[in-house]
């Protein structure tokens, strides 16, 4: 087992002055139609750091002795934008600010956020703000530069948002309670820690089952078939994941059951699934990065494995077709009739 060590405020700084490390810093950006938050920082606070000079800048600070990074970027988006609400989405990427900072040598951790709703305040930080979109941003008078680089790095974050392994998912506890958050690679690198997902399994009038084919850019599976569903991803709820999940794989909206909650534990993860089931007729559209092809099956001939040239994802799919029987046998039976 891992031993956690808790360390003093004291036995911290003697590291410190024995090693002299970078400070750490946290900048959050902010995607809201293809445009990024930035503030200008309040000449107040310049003043008071040695002159300081004052920029255009995503919002952001130190991290704190007792905050993780993703905790730090939470309250950097509380404290320097209020009124905003985003969901945390993924981890941008690392770089030395050397040079950039008059006060200290640092490294700068970069996370993207996604905009849901609100407009910033003004407040002891920053005192204006603005949307911009890339050009606007390298062209912007006063912008800061070290922000100015990471415009490349940026446009792939967003672009891959939604299916990095850097994705930042709720954590829970072994009672399935949360605690916090974790990114993704972390959550499918160990069964110590545990995350949830929503498992939804969707049946059309006929008694079929719908499943897709996994593309074959998915780290785990490709091209095998498979039920819908995603992981819980900070900022929403189980409920929110399963209908989300449900547009982007299906393209529908139906009303979901929730059947039970199953803790899934594997060699490298651990993750409860809320099982949600429904029923709909189509048509079905998706997104073809996160799915290669939609099928309707026969259930009663996937448990019988009659889908000779087919690979299916049996963890899943046979248990829970077996779990819904009373669901789809029904139906299978009224449209034979």
């Given at each position: 087992?891992?031993?956690?060590?808790?360390?003093?405020?004291?036995?911290?700084?003697?590291?410190?002055?024995?090693?002299?490390?970078?400070?750490?810093?946290?900048?959050?950006?902010?995607?809201?139609?293809?445009?990024?938050?930035?503030?200008?920082?309040?000449p107040?606070?310049?003043?008071?750091?040695?002159?300081?000079p004052?920029?255009?800048?995503?919002?952001?600070?130190?991290?704190?002795?007792?905050?993780?990074?993703?905790?730090?970027?939470?309250?950097?988006?509380?404290?320097?934008?209020?009124g905003?609400?985003?969901?945390?989405?993924k981890?941008?990427?690392v770089?030395?600010?050397?040079?950039?900072?008059?006060?200290?040598?640092?490294?700068?951790?970069?996370?993207?956020?996604?905009?849901?709703?609100?407009?910033?305040?003004?407040?002891?930080?920053?005192?204006?703000?603005?949307?911009?979109?890339?050009?606007?941003?390298?062209?912007l008078?006063?912008?800061?530069?070290?922000?100015?680089?990471?415009?490349?790095?940026?446009?792939?974050?967003?672009?891959?948002?939604n299916?990095?392994?850097?994705?930042i998912?709720?954590?829970?506890?072994?009672?399935?309670?949360?605690?916090?958050?974790?990114?993704?690679?972390i959550?499918?690198?160990?069964?110590k820690?545990?995350?949830?997902?929503?498992?939804?399994?969707?049946?059309?009038?006929?008694?079929?089952?719908?499943?897709?084919?996994?593309?074959?850019?998915?780290?785990?599976?490709?091209?095998?078939?498979d039920?819908?569903?995603?992981?819980?991803?900070?900022?929403?709820t189980?409920?929110?994941?399963?209908?989300?999940?449900?547009?982007?794989?299906?393209?529908?909206?139906?009303?979901?059951?929730?059947?039970?909650v199953?803790?899934?534990?594997?060699?490298?993860?651990?993750?409860?699934?809320?099982?949600?089931?429904?029923?709909?007729?189509?048509?079905?559209?998706f997104?073809?990065?996160?799915?290669?092809?939609?099928?309707?099956?026969?259930?009663?001939?996937?448990?019988?494995?009659?889908?000779?040239?087919?690979?299916?994802?049996?963890?899943?799919?046979?248990?829970?077709?077996?779990?819904?029987?009373?669901?789809?046998?029904?139906?299978?039976?009224?449209?034979?009739?």
């Open positions: 087992m891992l031993t956690k060590y808790k360390i003093s405020k004291e036995k911290q700084l003697k590291e410190l002055n024995s090693r002299v490390p970078p400070i750490l810093n946290v900048d959050i950006v902010i995607l809201k139609d293809g445009k990024y938050l930035v503030g200008f920082m309040n107040k606070r310049g003043k008071q750091q040695d002159g300081y004052q920029y255009w800048l995503f919002p952001g600070g130190r991290v704190r002795f007792t905050e993780t990074p993703e905790e730090a970027a939470h309250r950097i988006l509380t404290k320097e934008t209020p905003i609400s985003a969901q945390l989405k981890l941008i990427t770089i030395s600010d050397r040079g950039h900072d008059s006060r200290a040598y640092g490294v700068t951790i970069y996370y993207l956020f996604e905009y849901k709703s609100g407009k910033p305040r003004k407040n002891d930080q920053l005192i204006r703000f603005k949307w911009v979109n890339r050009k606007e941003l390298l062209g008078p006063r912008a800061y530069s070290l922000d100015q680089r990471i415009v490349n790095e940026i446009d792939v974050a967003i672009r891959t948002r299916t990095s392994e850097d994705e998912l709720v954590e829970v506890n072994k009672q399935n309670k949360v605690i916090g958050i974790i990114p993704k690679r959550a499918h690198s160990t069964n820690r545990y995350h949830r997902a929503a498992h939804i399994i969707i049946f059309n009038s006929k008694g079929e089952v719908i499943l897709q084919k996994r593309p074959i850019t998915k780290a785990q599976m490709p091209g095998y078939w039920i819908h569903g995603g992981h819980q991803a900070d900022g929403q189980i409920q929110q994941t399963a209908q989300a999940e449900l547009s982007e794989e299906l393209g529908i909206t139906t009303n979901l059951q929730f059947k039970k199953r803790l899934l534990k594997l060699q490298k993860q651990a993750e409860f699934a809320h099982v949600y089931y429904g029923i709909h007729d189509g048509p079905y559209g997104d073809r990065n996160e799915v290669e092809k939609i099928q309707a099956f026969d259930p009663e001939k996937i448990l019988k494995g009659k889908y000779k040239n087919y690979k299916f994802v049996d963890i899943l799919v046979k248990p829970y077709l077996r779990d819904l029987k009373k669901v789809w046998e029904p139906l299978r039976r009224k449209h034979k009739k």
